[in-house]
């Protein structure tokens, strides 16, 4: 199974609906605040929630809905394997 990383800030409403998105998979998903990352809090400030695949850095941002996030899984697995 993949890995995935959602990154987001604390009190971001738009973050909670992401990971309530999220929850209707089954991920491996690692929840990163990037308040504490300081090189992604420089290159996803303006963009989070973003779900990241671990292994291929590919990304999706904000806006997103369950199709969107099935349809980038499915493409991320491809180019994982």
Same mark, same amino acid.
């Given at each position: 199974?993949? &890995?995935?990383?959602? *990154?987001g800030t604390s009190g971001c409403?738009?973050? /909670?609906?992401?990971?309530?998105?999220?929850? /209707?998979? $089954?991920?491996?998903?690692?929840?990163? $605040?990037?308040? /504490?990352? /300081?090189?992604?809090?420089?290159r996803y400030a303006?963009?989070?929630?973003? *779900?990241?695949?671990?292994?291929?850095?590919? =990304? *999706?941002?904000?806006?997103? #809905?369950? =199709?969107?996030?099935? #349809?980038?899984? &499915?493409?991320? =697995?491809?180019?994982?394997?």
């Open positions: 199974m993949s &890995k995935f990383l959602l *990154l409403h738009l973050c /909670e609906q992401a990971e309530e998105i999220l929850s /209707e998979f $089954d991920l491996s998903l690692e929840i990163i $605040d990037i308040a /504490e990352q /300081e090189h992604w809090q420089t303006l963009r989070i929630p973003v *779900l990241i695949h671990a292994h291929t850095q590919q =990304d *999706l941002g904000w806006p997103f #809905d369950v =199709d969107a996030v099935q #349809d980038f899984i &499915k493409t991320t =697995d491809q180019t994982y394997r």
